[in-house]
């Protein structure tokens, strides 16, 4: 079994490991959700509203073991491999932080969502750049529009401007740290403008391939 993977596996071992270690703690009902400015809004019955994440860990586990597996062109796969598995690596990292966030809240450490979204969610968003830059065209990992999905060139020219512009938008993230009321828009309106720039861009490259417009029409 490859490294990344026994690390993936650890990370699920620990996160359950935790999360019946700190069962007893509980009260009765805890808090699992917060809203935009941190506070929170949200609660279920302890067994699982502590379950709820760890098993979403192994449901996204299974899922990201799959995908390579059943996509068309999966063959693609070889050249981006290490990147897509360390990206798994590093969502199930990321909900494992959020995991602890949540026992902390609810055992009286109440540490603000607010100042681990921000970091978190940032750096997401530039591993995401450099997953994207090296993905090669697939069904499932990338920038995936009709586009981009028809043309190896306008996959190539869009997931070098996307991953880019990921890279800014996770440091754009990052700085929501310091305006801890606002981090919620630091998180969303980056990735929300790059998401639909990258889009439109991949529409613009492809119809200067000299590809018929969507309506019909010939350019």
């Known amino acids: 079994m490859k490294a990344i993977w026994i690390a993936i596996i650890a990370i699920l071992i620990l996160a359950f490991s935790l999360t019946f270690a700190a069962y007893p703690l509980m009260p009765k009902t805890i808090v699992t959700h917060w809203d935009a400015a941190g506070n929170p809004n949200g609660s279920m019955q302890a067994l699982w509203g502590i379950l709820i994440v760890p098993l ?17 062109l999966r063959k693609n796969y070889g050249t981006f491999l290490n990147y897509y598995e360390g990206f798994v690596l590093f969502i199930l990292a990321f909900m494992l932080v959020i995991q602890i966030q949540v026992l902390l ?7 603000n969502p607010n100042l ?16 994207i830059e090296k993905a090669e065209q697939n ?4 920038i995936r529009t009709p586009w981009t999905l028809s043309s190896v060139t306008v996959w190539k020219k869009t997931h070098d401007l996307g991953g880019n512009l990921f890279k800014v938008a996770g440091v754009i993230s990052c700085a929501g740290i310091l305006f801890q009321e606002y981090a919620i828009w630091f998180v969303l309106v980056p990735v929300l403008v790059v998401s639909v720039y990258s889009v439109a861009y991949s529409y613009v490259e492809y119809q200067k391939e000299g590809h018929p417009k969507t309506d019909g029409s010939e350019d």
């Open 105 to 111: 809240w609810n055992t009286g450490y109440m540490l």
């Open 56 to 72: 979403i860990m192994v449901g996204m586990t299974v899922l990201f073991a799959v995908i390579p597996r059943i996509d068309p």
């Open 139 to 142: 069904w499932f990992v990338g």
């Open 116 to 131: 681990l979204l921000p970091i978190l969610t940032g750096l997401l968003f530039i591993y995401i750049g450099f997953l």
